[in-house]
């Protein structure tokens, strides 16, 4: 007789709280009793803050949120762990876009009364080990049920004022650059969304740390925290966003942001597509290109950089140069033959019909 599943119904929400603050405590135990800003956190109706360390005179405090759900984030490749550290990491990187150090993390879970007890479990471990890997502490949030996985993530972080960085500031004759490769995520979600037939045929043709990598960045990507950190305090970036939703899409942001008639003109042969993108692509027909330009999820930044200041910031930064903002009030992407094209804006939207 197979033995009976437990489940987190069998709990409650009190049990299920009380276990999030045990494995808390295992976890980041040292962590939480050194960190200068945390005077009460989970355990209590709200955590407590005391932002007299961080200087508020000199510094913003930065909020953002951001929330997952299983039919539209979570491919069911996706472990209960990777689900975890994934909400962790969409909302640290949108803060680290500002410059910011994050501070903590709320964190609010809507779950099916029937998910195994153990995979809330892992679920939490993924949460846990992302918090800990960008030193970002657990301050608290809520439990619910819900027909399916939502995660709900509200991150507080801090800047200095005169280093807050935003899309808004960029210049007619900056550097634009990107700080690393962009598409593998897109090839990593075109192989775990493929059909069962598909995902062999790949393996039999291609290497298994090409299809390893790829599948990697989709499923456990990571946000830049030090980038942020060195882009802002270098005081010559103008403007940053992470890379979430496509490079076209993040250029019209920032053009979008700004008072100015901007436009943003790119170079074919400068965008950073590795070869895993390349042979990924052409195993599904997909334009390697235009998997960097529209289909998001690469948590790499987009810069713009003062040009005199290219070379020293190079010097700190990982950062392939793509292209250069102009005056056209256009976006523009010049092919590898050197014709310039009108770049279509795009990306990945929720609720776009």
Same mark, same amino acid.
């Given at each position: 007789?197979?033995?009976?599943?437990?489940?987190?119904?069998?709990?409650?929400?009190?049990?299920?709280?009380?276990?999030?603050?045990?494995?808390?405590?295992?976890?980041?135990?040292?962590?939480?009793?050194?960190?200068?800003?945390?005077?009460?956190?989970?355990?209590?109706?709200?955590?407590?803050?005391?932002?007299?360390?961080?200087?508020?005179?000199?510094?913003?405090?930065? /909020? +953002?949120? *951001?929330?997952? @759900? &299983?039919?539209?984030? #979570?491919?069911?490749?996706? $472990?209960?762990?990777?689900?975890?550290? !994934?909400?962790?990491?969409?909302?640290?990187?949108?803060?680290?876009?500002?410059?910011?150090?994050?501070?903590?993390?709320?964190?609010?879970?809507?779950?099916?009364?029937?998910?195994?007890?153990?995979?809330?479990?892992?679920?939490?471990?993924?949460?846990?080990?992302?918090?800990?890997?960008?030193?970002?502490?657990?301050?608290?949030?809520?439990?619910?049920?819900?027909?399916?996985?939502?995660?709900?993530?509200?991150?507080?972080?801090?800047?200095?004022?005169?280093?807050?960085?935003?899309?808004?500031?960029?210049?007619?004759?900056?550097?634009?650059? /990107? +700080?690393? *490769?962009?598409? @593998? &995520?897109?090839?990593? #979600?075109?192989?775990?969304? $493929?059909?069962?037939?598909?995902?062999? !045929?790949?393996?039999?043709?291609?290497?298994?740390?090409?299809?390893?990598?790829?599948?990697?960045?989709?499923?456990?990507?990571?946000?830049?925290?030090?980038?942020?950190?060195?882009?802002?305090?270098?005081?010559?970036?103008?403007?940053?966003?992470?890379?979430?939703?496509?490079?076209?899409?993040?250029?019209?942001?920032?053009?979008?942001?700004?008072?100015?008639?901007?436009?943003?003109?790119?170079?074919?042969?400068?965008?950073?597509?590795?070869?895993?993108?390349?042979?990924?692509?052409?195993?599904?027909?997909?334009?390697?290109?235009?998997?960097?330009?529209?289909?998001?999820?690469?948590?790499?930044?987009?810069?713009?950089?003062?040009?005199?200041?290219?070379?020293?910031?190079?010097? !700190?930064?990982?950062?392939?140069?793509?292209?250069?903002?102009?005056?056209?009030?256009?976006?523009?992407?010049?092919?590898?033959?050197?014709?310039?094209?009108?770049?279509?804006?795009?990306?990945?939207?929720?609720?776009?019909?």
């Amino acid at each position: 007789m197979p033995s009976k599943k437990h489940i987190i119904s069998d709990l409650g929400e009190k049990k299920l709280i009380h276990r999030i603050i045990k494995k808390t405590h295992n976890l980041q135990q040292d962590y939480y009793s050194k960190h200068p800003l945390i005077k009460k956190s989970l355990g209590d109706d709200a955590a407590l803050m005391d932002l007299s360390e961080i200087g508020p005179s000199k510094n913003f405090l930065v /909020v +953002s949120s *951001d929330m997952l @759900l &299983a039919k539209t984030h #979570f491919p069911s490749q996706m $472990s209960p762990r990777e689900k975890g550290w !994934k909400i962790v990491t969409v909302n640290v990187s949108d803060i680290s876009a500002m410059g910011a150090i994050p501070q903590g993390l709320i964190l609010s879970i809507g779950l099916p009364g029937n998910m195994e007890i153990r995979h809330f479990d892992e679920l939490m471990e993924g949460v846990l080990e992302a918090c800990n890997y960008y030193h970002t502490p657990l301050l608290g949030g809520d439990t619910n049920e819900s027909s399916q996985m939502v995660l709900s993530g509200t991150i507080i972080g801090s800047v200095e004022k005169s280093k807050a960085m935003m899309k808004s500031g960029a210049q007619p004759g900056d550097i634009v650059a /990107v +700080s690393g *490769d962009l598409g @593998l &995520a897109a090839a990593g #979600f075109e192989i775990l969304l $493929s059909s069962i037939q598909d995902q062999q !045929k790949i393996k039999s043709i291609l290497p298994e740390k090409i299809i390893k990598k790829a599948t990697k960045k989709a499923l456990k990507p990571e946000a830049r925290i030090k980038e942020g950190i060195i882009a802002a305090q270098s005081g010559n970036v103008t403007a940053l966003t992470d890379i979430t939703d496509g490079l076209a899409s993040e250029m019209e942001e920032i053009l979008k942001a700004s008072d100015l008639p901007l436009g943003i003109r790119i170079y074919e042969d400068k965008i950073p597509l590795p070869e895993e993108v390349k042979k990924i692509g052409n195993f599904f027909s997909k334009d390697p290109l235009e998997m960097a330009l529209y289909y998001g999820e690469d948590f790499e930044f987009l810069l713009c950089i003062k040009k005199d200041a290219l070379a020293s910031l190079k010097d !700190k930064l990982k950062l392939v140069v793509v292209g250069e903002v102009t005056s056209t009030g256009k976006m523009e992407i010049v092919d590898k033959k050197g014709k310039i094209n009108i770049l279509p804006p795009g990306g990945y939207q929720h609720l776009e019909g």
